[in-house]
Nanobody, 123 residues
Framework: QVQMVESGGGLVQAGGSLRLSCAASGRTFSSYTMGWFRQAPGKEREFVAAISWNGFSINYADSVKGRFTISRDNAKNTVYLQMNSLKPEDTAVYYC????????????????WGQGTQVTVSS
């Protein structure tokens, strides 16, 4: 089991950038696919990005391709989400999650979740 704590959220103007971090506990972090999901008010949780245990396989939602970059540092048990060119529609609570499977955009694959960090993009 992996436990995670997200950080780095906040308020930013449209066009700005933020970097989210997800610090995980547990010696098996490096064996998990890690992902980011988000949930806006009144909407379902949606996939954002996922990265395989070795970083060689990455998957992005179409809505964030070219703007967001997921990365990981297994030595620090941390996964990152660099978010550039932010838009008001990116406003949501962002969640970090861990999966034992390859990086598919399927929430059901991810069995461990963080508490989330709020990202608000003003227009």
């Amino acid at each position: 089991q992996v436990q995670m704590v997200e950080s780095g959220g906040g308020l930013v103007q449209a066009g700005g950038s933020l970097r989210l971090s997800c610090a995980a506990s547990g010696r098996t972090f490096s064996s998990y696919t890690m992902g980011w999901f988000r949930q806006a008010p009144g909407k379902e949780r949606e996939f954002v990005a996922a990265i395989s245990w070795n970083g060689f396989s990455i998957n992005y939602a179409d809505s964030v391709k070219g703007r967001f970059t997921i990365s990981r540092d297994n030595a620090k048990n941390t996964v990152y989400l660099q978010m550039n060119s932010l838009k008001p529609e990116d406003t949501a609570v962002y969640y970090c999650a861990a999966s034992p499977y390859r990086p598919r955009p399927v929430a059901a694959d991810f069995g461990s979740w963080g508490q989330g960090t709020q990202v608000t993009v003003s227009s």
